[in-house]
């Protein structure tokens, strides 16, 4: 069964600083993989996703993640941190068709604090 | 564009009585789903609705939840009768099709607390 973990409940960052949002998966096949940002009582918004090709995907907001097959990670990046950025980022990977579950499995949440 | 619509935002009832959640997608998204998100936890897949018709049903707990898309386009999510364990945030997101590769857009997300 296709899995994401997310190894750190909560990671805090000094404004300006590069942050790391650490996402881990497991699948059947070939992965697709997601990254959300959900603020307080809101729904989760979308902000990059991997499917094929380069390992580096940008998406919106300056964040950006890096796939790296051999250590089935998927980590989310940003060069410098902004006190806005304060949310909850949620992983999640989706195996490909015919390899297992169709459904988008997601990670249990990652809260992130930027510190003024 | 207008994104997923969901309501009521907030609602509290009492254990065993029902209550009912709406969503509007997307327009012209074929694909709906429903999500539980309870505290602490990602989002888990109740229901997937491509148009009218179920794909994904196989974690709706069917003997009190229900949902329906009738015409393809909303749809209602249905609990009767609540339980205390039915508190959480109910999400609707809407795809434009079935791909692996779409990208699932999700609405503001209804509260519920169940006393």
């Known amino acids: 069964a296709q899995s994401v973990a997310q190894p750190e409940d909560q990671v805090n960052v000094a404004e300006g600083n590069p942050l790391t949002v650490k996402c881990t998966y497991s699948?059947?096949?070939?992965?697709?993989l997601f990254w959300y940002v959900q603020y307080p009582n809101r729904g989760l918004q979308f902000l990059l996703k991997?499917?094929?090709?380069?390992?580096l995907v940008k998406g919106s907001y300056g964040f950006e993640a890096e796939f790296n097959k051999s250590q089935t990670s998927f980590h989310l990046k940003k060069p410098s941190a902004l006190v806005s950025d304060s949310a909850l980022y949620f992983c999640?990977?989706?195996?490909?068709?015919?390899?297992?579950?169709?459904?988008?499995?997601f990670g249990k949440g990652t809260k992130l604090s930027v510190i003024p | 564009e207008a994104g997923v619509a969901q309501s009521p935002r907030y609602k509290i009832i009492e254990k065993r009585q029902s209550v009912a959640f709406w969503c509007n997608p997307i327009?012209?998204?074929?694909?709906l789903y429903w999500y539980q998100q309870i505290l602490g936890q990602g989002p888990k897949l109740l229901i997937q609705?491509?148009?009218?018709?179920?794909?994904?049903d196989s974690q709706l707990p069917k003997d009190r939840f229900s949902a329906e898309r009738l015409k393809g386009v909303d749809s209602t999510l249905k609990i009767q009768p609540a339980k205390l364990e039915d508190s959480a945030v109910y999400l609707c997101?809407?795809?434009?099709?079935?791909?692996?590769?779409?990208?699932?857009?999700f609405g503001p997300g209804t509260r519920l607390t169940v006393l």
């Open positions: 997101a809407s795809s434009p099709g079935l791909q692996a590769t779409d990208t699932q857009y």
């Open positions: 991997y499917i094929t090709g380069d390992n």
């Open positions: 609705f491509q148009n009218n018709g179920v794909v994904d």
């Open positions: 999640a990977v989706r195996d490909q068709p015919g390899a297992g579950s169709y459904q988008l499995t």
């Open positions: 699948v059947s096949g070939n992965p697709y």
């Open positions: 327009s012209g998204h074929a694909t």
